[in-house]
């Protein structure tokens, strides 16, 4: 009886077991045995308006060490170190024996990332034991620096660190996938055929393709990097806008970097300085007074009036370097000759607020919006806050806060009849099943008639074509010009830089423009007024031409600076 009552104690336990209990002990074992491999969603590429990569990732593999099963550990970093490029010591650190933060063995450790195929292979032929591969993505920037202002990089891990890689981070990246499968143990470490396995897709992500003109950029880059060699320590801005559009067909910074080695690069020279770099504009701000002037009717485009040497603002005299000397001078004239009087006087019949209202109007004092990360607002000097001397700096362009893009898409609203047009530098999202998208128009507001702004074109015309007036560098041979020149001063937190900030924005052809070019460069020790138009003249000279603009069938017209 004893006996068979041990028997039947046993049977039922092993019923227990078998039925009742084996998916509990069954679904721990293969929990033990369940590996979990993340399968890499390919980010998605950036392209011009053509369609040319700009940036884009390649297929590529990591190469990684589970230091529980490497075996002669110096001798294994001796063999991968020439085909990493990674010394022999930095390998074997990493592949040393440690514990993780749970107090388990590390099985796995990164040796090297975006690792080309071809060497992966070579990797794994030597057969070395706790060394693997796997699939793995590398970002490529053909053109190195070619936009890379603009670009910005991303890390190992295909997170975008700045740029547009950074502010579209979350429509490029796409969304990982994984595969878990069961796997032996021991030395039957290997996928078990016809057991468990799970496999989730990756979801790649989606792509953009700019406003951006690749061989544009390129000649406005090396353009502009050409010119700012002349002063040391300098930075230097250059936007080219298309009227109408207001996409930004080139947009280029001084100093810049190679985006696919961005670690060697300081950070100074990755920032975009059309949208980062705030200035007083100076006298380029001059057009956004005679406009709003215009359009409320405080002149008309056949006003002169007097025009002294100097006048006097609160406590600060002004003075022009072109002295009138109390003579009668016409609108163009006072912009050929950039006079700081006479604007100023045209000023006073408009006010403070009316200025301001136009300032707004013309896009400044907020950001554009265009799409690059850390784009700064500039300032407007509220009215209540102006003090007698404001009264004449705000008119020419002091005690104001803008960038090189604010300035350039005021200048393309008096080239576009009057019409503000938001700048812009994504064109389209292009999905991963190849469907393009077009991002939404951007916005747009009338500031001047389409009168006023011919009238102001026709102002701007004077500063190319009246002998001896500030913009004469900037004239072209074969189209007219209209534009102003810019003296100010680069502001950082608020505080004035040493050095000054010569600009020139111009628009051609000046009878109906095409594009818009912005050129600002800062010299901290001086002579970025030989810098600035000269550049312009080249970048739009090439703009035309690129683009088929035919040459201007009249002549620019006739000016009379002192009228009896």
Not at 140 to 154: K, R, S
Request: net charge neutral; hydrophobic share 35%; proline share 8%.
């Amino acid at each position: 009886m004893l006996t068979l009552t041990l028997f039947a104690v046993i049977g039922i336990r092993l019923v227990a077991l078998q039925a009742v209990e084996t998916p509990a002990y069954a679904g721990g074992g293969v929990s033990d045995r369940l590996r979990t491999v993340t399968l890499p969603a390919p980010r998605g590429a950036i392209y011009d308006r053509s369609g040319a990569p700009l940036a884009h990732s390649v297929e590529a593999r990591y190469v990684y060490a589970d230091p529980t099963q490497v075996e002669d550990l110096l001798g294994t970093a001796r063999a991968l170190s020439p085909l990493l490029g990674i010394p022999a010591s930095e390998l074997a650190e990493k592949m040393k024996p440690r514990k993780r933060d749970n107090g388990k063995d590390s099985e796995f450790e990164y040796l090297a990332r975006g690792v080309d195929i071809d060497r992966a292979r070579q990797i794994t032929a030597l057969e070395r034991p706790g060394i693997y591969t796997h699939r793995d993505e590398r970002r490529e920037v053909p053109g190195g620096d070619l936009a890379a202002n603009l670009l910005g990089f991303t890390s190992q891990d295909m997170v975008g660190l700045e740029g547009l890689e950074a502010r579209y981070d979350d429509l490029l990246r796409g969304k990982d996938g994984k595969r878990v499968y069961e796997v032996g143990l021991g030395d039957l470490n290997a996928p078990i055929p016809g057991g468990y396995s799970e496999t989730t897709k990756a979801k790649p992500g989606s792509s953009l393709e700019l406003t951006i003109n690749r061989d544009l950029q390129f000649m406005v880059q090396r353009m502009l990097s050409r010119h700012m060699a002349q002063s040391k320590g300098s930075t230097g801005a250059a936007v080219v806008i298309e009227v109408g559009t207001g996409e930004v067909l080139a947009q280029a910074s001084h100093p810049t970097y190679n985006a696919a080695k961005p670690v060697s690069s300081e950070p100074t020279d990755r920032e975009d300085a059309a949208t980062s770099f705030v200035v007083d504009p100076g006298s380029v701000h001059k057009a956004i007074t005679f406009g709003a002037a215009l359009q409320e009717r405080v002149i008309t485009p056949d006003t002169t009036m007097p025009v002294a040497n100097a006048i006097k603002q609160g406590d600060v005299w002004f003075s022009d370097t072109h002295r009138a000397g109390g003579r009668r001078m016409s609108l163009p004239g006072m912009m050929a000759y950039s006079s700081n009087v006479g604007t100023i006087q045209i000023a006073e019949k408009l006010g403070p607020e009316r200025l301001i209202d136009y300032q707004k109007r013309f896009g400044l004092g907020e950001p554009t919006r265009v799409g690059m990360p850390g784009e700064a607002s500039g300032r407007l000097l509220p009215a209540d806050e102006w003090s007698g001397s404001s009264h004449g700096s705000v008119p020419i362009g002091h005690s104001v806060d803008a960038t090189p893009l604010q300035m350039a898409a005021a200048y393309a609203t008096i080239a576009n009849n009057g019409t503000y047009v938001q700048p812009r530098l994504v064109k389209a999202v292009i999905g991963p099943d190849g469907k393009r998208t077009p991002t939404e128009p951007p916005v747009t507001r009338s500031v001047l008639s389409p009168e006023n702004a011919a009238a102001l074109r026709h102002i701007l015309e004077a500063v190319t074509t009246v002998k001896d007036a500030t913009g004469t560098p900037a004239a072209i041979p074969e189209w007219r010009v209209a534009g102003k020149t810019g003296t100010g001063w680069r502001l950082v937190d608020g505080r004035k830089q040493p050095g000054e900030v010569a600009s020139f924005i111009g628009m051609a052809p000046a009878e109906k423009p095409r594009y818009v070019i912005a050129v600002f460069a800062h010299t901290p020790s001086g002579g970025g007024g030989d810098i600035a138009a000269p550049a312009f003249r080249e970048m739009m000279q090439f703009t035309l031409r690129q683009n088929g603009v035919p040459p201007s069938g009249e002549k620019a017209p006739k000016f009379t600076v002192y009228p009896r």
